[in-house]
């Protein structure tokens, strides 16, 4: 809800006011995401309830400038991060619903075999939840035309 309405604001800023947010200086973006995702990761890992609740915002903030710098990036230098961020939206939904399971399931696993976690698993656990994704969808979708087609 909270970056729903944040969405919003920043959407009546650029109808009204005709702010471009890809037009900001990259150096500006870059900040912004590194501080609003380093926010977001500070109080969801230390900020209890209350972090994990109120995360939302500059997590808001650091992935809209996150996008903004890979939009600049893709259409200046790499056009394959457009392609694979375009894979990533159409799975998007899949990945929200299957992400913090798979991170938890990943968490529980590692601490039973006494493994204890670092960042560095993150390089192994978020191509997995990527492939379980997609997966999810194409498996929603096999069933959702099953349907289609029985109805019919």
């Known amino acids: 809800l909270w ?16 702010y471009s947010f890809w037009d900001q200086h990259i150096v500006k973006v870059i900040i912004a995401a590194i501080t609003g995702i380093s926010l977001m990761g500070i109080l969801v890992l230390k900020g ?4 994990r609740i109120f995360n939302d915002i500059p997590a808001f ?3 809209v400038a ?7 990036i893709s259409n200046a230098v790499l056009k394959q991060i457009n392609s694979f961020l ?11 619903l299957a992400h913090w399971f798979l991170f938890k399931l990943s968490l529980y696993v590692l601490s039973k075999l006494g493994i204890t976690f670092s960042g560095i698993y993150l390089i192994v656990i ?27």
Request: hydrophobic content about 55%; proline content about 1%; overall charge positive.
């Open 3 to 18: 970056e729903f309405g944040l969405g919003m604001v920043l959407a009546k800023l650029y109808t009204e006011k005709k």
């Open 48 to 51: 209890g309830d209350a972090g």
């Open 61 to 63: 903030f650091g992935f």
């Open 66 to 72: 996150l996008s903004i710098f890979l939009f600049k």
């Open 86 to 96: 375009i894979s990533i939206g159409l799975i998007s939904f899949s990945l929200f």
């Open 126 to 152: 978020i191509p997995i939840v990527i492939i379980v994704s997609k997966f999810y969808e194409n498996f929603n979708l096999l069933i959702t035309n099953k349907l289609l087609i029985k109805e019919n």
